[in-house]
């Protein structure tokens, strides 16, 4: 193979809006991550779109006297960078809840409270939205309302998840016309889901958010935990809605237990290999948007849920290391799939055989699809992230089963490495490319003039 550079990327304002790639730029309203050292760093991964959590309980320290600086700080220098911010509207407020199990109000559901809190609540949704009109356009109505670490006091409800959904998606709109509301949950069972559309109608809803932050990213598509829910809600008459993944990712170090993690470890290398696995099903099974949770490790202060606290550091999730404010691995990869999940795309049938190696226990994943009606194609074996298995050099063939691509190119996506076949690995009459590399992370297979190497 001819070495021909590196993949050129971009900044988040050079790519198009039609991109589903995110980052979540959470936990701010619990001042976990110091943004200011954010968005520089964010704008140059290319993400295009930024989750952000409102905080009730940090905008309205006094009763009726609203701070919108913090989160006008967040908004502004997001949107300044181009990349679009959208809210995750939540929490409660220990200015109406005096006797809260945390300081900040996370997890404290307003619907279970007196009614003068629900007032506030209604009067302060209602003042988010006038004050974001034209800025926001997407809110999302609380965050993981099926697990108990975030529906305090009580046990979690789907019919009350959906008549807050109901209640704030009412009043943001009274405001914003145009408003697209969401939701999300934290991997909830089928029978949450479906009380959970039972009680909503394509009116009151846009968009459905998954939080998955499973080892195998190809578990969830073998599991058909996507192809349910998404059954689900057009079963009980929500077919209109959008899925995203909304919050997901891998961490780079977390402690012991953690999660399905149980062994405690990681490293920046799996971080960036499930990163790049996930992003490419999320798209291959039809979500439009994946978030990754986040863009830096909280490193701040101690996580707090509800009445939980990890006083030791929680795992480091973040894509810029958060004791300096470093790019991590997965920041580089992301530049990658920022611009290959972005612009017109089209999902196709495999457009390409792979030749695996024989004694390989895996079978290779293969996603073909258009972009801006150029063909692109991926592969990788589904290999256990933990092994950090080494790539196998020069040791597959692919054979393009179309003719859109003339002169081949091949893109490592873990490396940003930009390659051609020499004249020896490329046949044109049979269309097979020989000596490429096969192993845990996505390699890409285009025509020269699909993407630019520098």
């Known amino acids: 193979m001819r070495y021909l550079g590196q993949m050129k990327t971009y ?3 050079e790519i198009p809006a039609d991109c589903s790639v995110g980052i979540g730029f959470e936990c701010i309203d619990r001042d976990m991550i110091k943004p200011e050292k954010c968005y520089n760093p964010l704008a140059a991964c290319g993400a295009k779109y930024a989750r952000c959590q409102t905080g009730w309980a940090k905008c309205e320290t006094e009763k009726g006297v609203y701070n919108w600086g913090w989160l006008d700080d967040n908004v502004d220098n997001l949107l300044a960078r181009g990349v679009i911010p959208w809210f995750n509207v939540g929490y409660g407020n220990p200015a109406y809840m005096p006797h809260t199990p945390n300081p900040t109000g996370v997890g404290c559901m307003p619907l279970l409270y007196e009614d003068y809190v629900v007032e506030g609540w209604k009067n302060y949704v209602r003042a988010l939205a006038e004050h974001f009109k034209g800025r926001v356009t997407h809110f999302e109505i609380w965050n993981e ?3 108990v670490h975030f529906w305090y006091p009580g046990e979690p409800s789907a019919k009350a998840l959906a008549e807050l959904i109901k209640l704030t998606g009412s009043i943001i709109r009274s405001v914003i016309p145009d408003a697209k509301i969401g939701t999300c949950t ?4 089928p029978e949450y889901v479906s009380e959970l559309f039972e009680n909503l109608t394509p ?21 058909g935990y996507y192809a349910n829910t998404i059954a689900i809600a057009k079963e009980k008459g929500m077919g209109n809605l959008e899925f995203w993944m909304g919050e997901g990712g891998h961490a780079s170090w977390h402690p012991v237990y953690h999660g399905a993690c149980k062994g405690g470890g990681g490293s920046e290398h799996r971080q960036a290999v499930w990163q790049l696995r996930r992003f490419l099903l999320d798209f291959k099974v039809g979500l439009k948007l994946t978030s990754q949770f986040q863009i830096a490790d909280m490193m701040e202060r101690p996580y707090q849920m509800a009445t939980n606290y990890i006083q030791n550091t929680p795992a480091r999730q973040g894509i810029l290391n958060g004791l300096i404010y470093t790019p991590k691995k997965a920041h580089d990869t992301m530049s990658r799939l920022s611009i290959i999940l972005s612009g017109k795309r089209e999902l196709l049938d495999n457009q390409i055989e792979v030749s695996a190696p024989k004694d390989d226990e895996y079978d290779p994943i293969i996603i073909s699809y258009l972009r801006e009606g150029k063909e692109i194609n ?11 298995r080494p790539m196998l050099k020069n040791s597959t063939e692919v054979k393009l089963l179309s003719n859109a691509i003339k002169n081949p190119m091949v893109i490592d996506l873990f490396t940003g490495i930009v390659l051609e076949p020499e004249a ?3 046949n044109p009459g049979t269309r097979v490319i020989s000596g490429l590399p096969i192993g845990e992370y996505p390699i890409l297979i285009c025509d020269k003039d699909t993407f630019q190497a520098e």
Request: charged fraction near 30%; hydrophobic fraction near 30%.
């Open 424 to 426: 020896c690995e490329w």
């Open 378 to 388: 991926v592969y990788w074996l589904p290999i256990p992230i933990e092994e950090e």
């Open 11 to 13: 900044h988040s304002h």
């Open 186 to 189: 934290a991997g909830s069972k």
């Open 145 to 147: 309302s099926d697990i």
């Open 203 to 223: 009116d009151d809803m846009d968009f459905y958010c998954f939080h998955t932050y499973d080892r195998y990213p190809e578990k969830l598509i073998n599991n």
